[in-house]
């Protein structure tokens, strides 16, 4: 979990306290990250941040700078982080990418930029995580929200914020991604993602997966009166 203070903390769950949960979207079928078959895919663009995030990430910057090297991160640009709050409402900014060759990753898409986020190590893994677990520290502990819970997300759908896992039968990122892209042989990602959905119930102080479960439910019920 990203080092949050609890105003940090607070912040977040007033600002997702409305949103709901697309229960049936966990109903899809799915399969764990394989590092080996993805070599992080999802993190090419590198990944938008919460205004608190930011803050802590661009404090961060002299400790990351000394840190990331020891973990095998080689290349760290000068402006590893993007600062958009002039021009974003919800979200202020992100990591930044730098340049980096997939052409030897047959699973990588044909048609995509060739970047990847400034935290990333060359193999795919992410520097902030082996950071963290070099430290003796929880795996998150330093990575950005929407990176640890990916691939569940919080869209806006006609003003309304929804939890929801993007399903890739629309949305070609998802399709591209080996944690997000549905699996006929999979198992549903209410299953594999639990480790997600209990740190997104943790940082917004909502039991997520009995919404789910609920949400499951009251849908059986339904297609049952019919
Ligand atoms: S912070 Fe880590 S997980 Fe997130 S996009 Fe960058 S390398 Fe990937």
Redesign the pocket.
């Known amino acids: 979990m990203l080092i949050l203070s609890e105003k940090d903390r607070e912040a977040f769950r007033e600002r997702f306290k409305d949103a709901t949960v697309d229960a049936m979207s966990f109903t899809r079928k799915y399969a764990w990250c394989d590092l080996g078959e993805c070599h ?1 895919t ?6 938008w941040t919460e205004p608190e995030e930011l803050k802590i990430m661009q404090a961060n910057d002299a400790y990351y700078r000394e840190k990331l090297p020891t973990v095998g991160v080689k290349v760290f640009p000068d402006v590893p982080l993007l600062d958009t709050s002039e021009s974003m409402d919800r979200f202020t900014g ?2 930044n990418k730098r340049p980096f060759d997939y052409s030897d990753k047959p699973n990588y898409p044909k048609d995509w930029d060739h970047t ?6 060359d193999d795919g ?5 082996l950071l963290a677990v070099a430290e003796g520290k929880p795996a998150w502990h ?3 929200f ?3 819970l ?1 691939p569940i997300d919080i869209v806006e759908n006609e003003g309304k914020l929804v939890i929801e896992i993007t399903d890739s039968a629309d949305d070609a990122f998802s399709a591209a991604t080996m944690c997000g892209r549905t699996r006929e042989n999979g198992k549903p990602g209410y299953e594999i993602f639990a480790r997600e959905i209990a740190a997104l119930s943790e940082i917004l102080n909502r039991d997520i997966m009995a919404e789910i479960k609920a949400g499951i439910a009251a849908n059986d019920r339904l297609l049952s009166a019919v």
């Open positions: 992080g999802c993190c090419s663009g590198g990944v992100g990591t990847t986020c400034t935290f990333r190590r893994a992410c520097g902030l995580q330093y990575k950005p929407y990176c640890y990916f």
